[in-house]
């Protein structure tokens, strides 16, 4: 399916990668080539996106940028970003596929469904390319990570906040790459539960992400944030069991969890029916390929009148990926950090016909302009006043590890 998509200037590729996670629908789902799109970077954009929705009555495929917090609060984002994906794209597929277990399901617009059951069939799988070795430098130094990790504590003891999600830009600007490739690598290498493979044009997201930002199906949301990270110890299982009680007994860890939990509620609350938003499971341990993470989930009922996008404003940018209280935290990212954060820590995913909706957050990432040769990724972690700056500097680390190593052949 991916091969054959991949031919396309726009494509959208949804991979569970084999979790069977009760709250996903499908295997894989893919939508290629654009019958119509929206893609716009300021200016009533939600607006724009309901008005596409409801036009298009159909399935509509994209990603909403983080820096449409500017549209949501009284912000601005003023860094630079070399990937320049829009704020916002969605596109109305001519095609898309579902596969669910040994069943793939076809819909396509002004084509026969058997012409293209035999052209993803009879696809070749693309020829491996040379092992990659690029060279990955970063924003920031140890030093100068820790120095602002020191500078965002002191904003908590102030009482600006209490917890900020910061993160930092690993980056080479004459990168080139064969992103099919270099995808379906890090799939093999850290294989997570909301990866993506996302074309537009020139630009690429290969994601390999376990979290999912929001979900709606009827008039069901849930949301299920990531707050926690330890390494995982393949070799040996006393170890690996020991790290996987280290985290789920962590007081910082468990105490990070619940106040993205408050946060995630009450940002459900403001579009749900009163008294529906509940927390469904407070702090699991899952286990990923490299780490343990703990993630919660919290759901809510919504009236069938609410517009998508009056969900999506009321709970993006994902309070993960931001920190508490949210207005002031984005204010101190974009003071702090070096990057404008673009497509890292947004969303893609699917509406579907019916105004379902599906969509991960981007984060284990890479963000790739095929044209100025611009290849990112970011990674982050959650501080708070007890948090030691060099343990959250390590973390950032870990979680770079997949990408770096696929990076590096």
Not at 63 to 80: C, F, M, P, R, V
Not at 155 to 180: K, M, R, S, T, W
């Amino acid at each position: 399916m991916l091969d054959w998509a991949n031919q396309f200037s726009i494509c959208c590729f949804l991979d569970d990668n084999q979790y069977r996670l009760r709250e996903h629908s499908f295997e894989c789902l893919l939508a290629v080539n654009a019958q119509s799109v929206l893609h716009t970077t300021q200016g009533k954009v939600f607006e724009q996106l309901q008005a596409f929705i409801d036009k298009s009555n159909d399935w509509c495929f994209g990603h909403l940028g983080y820096d449409l917090k500017n549209e949501i609060e009284t912000l601005q984002s003023d860094n630079a970003d070399p990937v320049e994906f829009d704020d916002i794209f969605f596109f109305v597929p001519e095609i898309v596929l579902i596969l669910r277990s040994n069943e793939l399901l076809i819909g396509v617009k002004g084509q026969e469904h058997a012409s293209v059951a035999r052209a993803v069939f009879n696809r070749l799988p693309a020829t491996p390319s040379t092992p990659l070795q690029i060279e990955i430098k970063s924003r920031f130094s140890r030093n100068a990570y820790i120095n602002t990790v020191r500078e965002l504590q002191q904003h908590i003891l102030q009482g600006n906040c209490y917890e900020i999600n910061f993160c930092q830009e690993f980056y080479n600007d004459h990168a080139v790459i064969n992103p099919l490739q270099v995808y379906m690598a890090l799939s093999k290498e850290s294989p997570n539960p909301f990866s993506c493979y996302y074309k537009l044009e020139d630009k690429y997201l290969l994601c390999a992400s376990p979290e999912r930002y929001l979900r709606k199906k009827g008039n069901r949301l849930i949301s299920q944030p990531i707050k926690g990270t330890i390494r995982r110890n393949n070799k040996r299982a006393e170890a690996d069991a020991f790290n996987r009680e280290t985290l789920q007994h962590s007081s910082k860890e468990r105490s990070e969890n619940i106040m993205i939990v408050d946060l995630v509620r009450n940002d459900l609350a403001k579009v749900c029916i009163e008294g529906s938003v509940k927390v469904d499971e407070l702090m699991g341990i899952y286990a990923f390929p490299q780490v343990y993470q703990m993630i919660s989930t919290i759901s809510g009922e919504v009236a069938h009148t609410v517009p998508v996008t009056n969900i999506v404003k009321a709970t993006f940018p994902m309070g993960s990926m931001t920190g508490a209280p949210k207005k002031r935290v984005m204010e101190l990212i974009e003071q702090y950090e070096q990057t404008k954060r673009g497509l890292f820590s947004g969303a893609v995913g699917y509406i579907s016909p019916v105004q379902d909706m599906d969509f991960n957050v981007v984060i284990r990432s890479i963000l790739y302009n095929a044209s100025n040769r611009y290849l990112s990724f970011q990674t982050g972690s959650a501080i708070t006043y007890y948090s030691r700056a060099e343990d959250e500097y390590e973390e950032c680390l870990l979680k770079a590890e997949a990408i770096k190593k696929v990076l590096n052949g």
